[in-house]
């Protein structure tokens, strides 16, 4: 069924504001093609081109084609009645958010079964990590959507690379994903420190962005992951999306849903607004919706984050409450933070981690389950939260903690002095 949606006008930033010579009754929108449409074919049914000043984005993977444009609702409408358009939706600003916080403590929560005990000062304490030595992430490519990755933190080695950006920095000048990117991936203070790293830029400096801009970047993960696939050091593809939108996007939905089912796995923030994660994407698409995984945040008392949306497309939960991690104003710089973006990292780290130890778990749906299987409950209440019913309260594991097949190793993270650490605040 067709999707068209006329109403809700987007604010647009960066390289996809509308050039002044376009006319002022245009509005943004993000256009959904079947797989076997033509892109030019389409637009040539508005009399313009894909080089048309209106036409700001293309995809045009295996897995999804579709634009995005300044279009007016007379073009809107005609585009709403050609067969080969799936949806046509206003598009969309992405945002991340923010309040305070402070200390290292996930990657202890998410390797043992049993509540952490020392719940005082996490800050204060330094945190085991017990992992399988078969596993850390080797082979696993994680596409960090975000704002970009400062590549040359000290947390990644030569393992993160740039990979595209809807604007034209390619570096992050945020913070927020060179964070998430080390809650991911980072050496000492990642789940999966083998893994490698590729910044998708979608987000500026000031943490916003579009929906085509998202579009255009998953459009970019389809790709790599295409090509990627054939080659021998290949594992698998991981996409971590820690943003979100202050309503439902159905071109991102089904740009995400077509990446998931081309085999990419996909770890996105239920949202920071308290409230039923199936209201915002892209937090509505976990539960039974899709293989994507929806992810709510929980803090050291095993308690639902107060800030964390839930409900049934909830997935799991993850640490998101002062979590220590990299952050992009120097090479050795950290920050604590708290969101479901710091909670989301956790489960894009563990899919890579769980991937290398067994890559025939390389189906999205087997891995969800795999994912949920592992998770404990039974520990995580409700605490100040307002809980939406209908989900499962229960946190991630990586199941080194229950593990009888492999050797078990543990890691021990220091908190780095006051000095090296920044204190920000939720992020979405």
């Known amino acids: 069924m067709k999707s068209f949606a006329l109403l809700a006008l987007a604010t647009s930033l960066g390289a996809y504001a509308a050039p002044t010579s376009l006319k002022r009754d245009t509005a943004t929108y993000d256009i959904i093609l079947s797989k076997s449409a033509d892109v030019a074919a389409v637009l040539s049914q508005l009399d313009i081109t894909v080089d048309d000043e209106a036409v700001t984005s293309t995809y045009n993977n295996s897995f999804f084609k579709g634009f995005s444009g300044s279009f007016s609702a007379e073009q809107a409408e005609k585009l709403g009645g050609i067969a080969e358009v799936s949806i046509v939706d206003s598009a969309l600003q992405a945002t991340i958010k923010a309040t305070r916080s402070s200390a290292p403590w996930g990657l202890q929560r998410i390797s043992q079964t049993e509540s952490i005990e020392n719940t005082a000062s996490p800050s204060s304490t330094s945190y085991t990590y017990t992992y399988s030595s078969t596993a850390l992430g080797s082979g696993v490519d994680i596409y960090i959507v975000d704002t970009g990755i400062r590549t040359t933190h000290t947390q990644f080695g030569s393992r993160a690379t740039v990979g595209w950006s809807a604007f034209s920095s390619n570096t992050d000048d945020n913070g927020h994903g060179t964070h998430v990117s080390g809650t991911s991936a980072g050496n000492t203070v990642g789940v999966a420190s083998n893994a490698n790293l590729i910044g998708v830029k979608v987000l500026d400096s000031s943490g916003s962005g579009t929906s085509s801009g998202l579009i255009g970047g998953l459009d970019y993960v389809a790709s790599q992951h295409e ?202």
């Open 227 to 428: 090509s990627r696939s054939g080659e021998s050091d290949f594992v698998a593809s991981v996409a971590s999306l820690s943003l979100g939108f202050e309503g439902r996007s159905t071109a991102v939905e089904s740009a995400l849903v077509a990446l998931s089912d081309s085999g990419v796995h996909i770890a996105v923030a239920a949202g920071n607004d308290g409230d039923d994660a199936s209201n915002y994407t892209p937090g509505s698409l976990g539960g039974d919706v899709s293989n994507i995984i929806s992810v709510g945040a929980s803090n050291i008392l095993d308690e639902v984050a107060y800030f964390s949306n839930s409900g049934p497309t909830v997935d799991v939960y993850a640490p998101g409450v002062t979590t220590y991690s990299s952050y992009y104003n120097s090479d050795t710089a950290y920050a604590i933070a708290s969101g479901t973006s710091m909670a989301t990292p956790h489960i894009s780290g563990l899919l890579a981690y769980l991937l290398a130890a067994d890559p025939s778990l390389n189906d999205p749906a087997t891995l969800k389950a795999r994912v949920k299987s592992l998770a404990v409950s039974g520990y995580l209440t409700e605490g100040d939260a307002d809980v939406t019913a209908g989900g499962e309260l229960i946190i991630a594991q990586n199941g080194a903690s229950g593990s009888s097949s492999t050797v078990d190793e543990t890691e021990t993270t220091q908190a780095a002095s006051d000095e090296e650490v920044v204190d920000l605040g939720i992020f979405y």
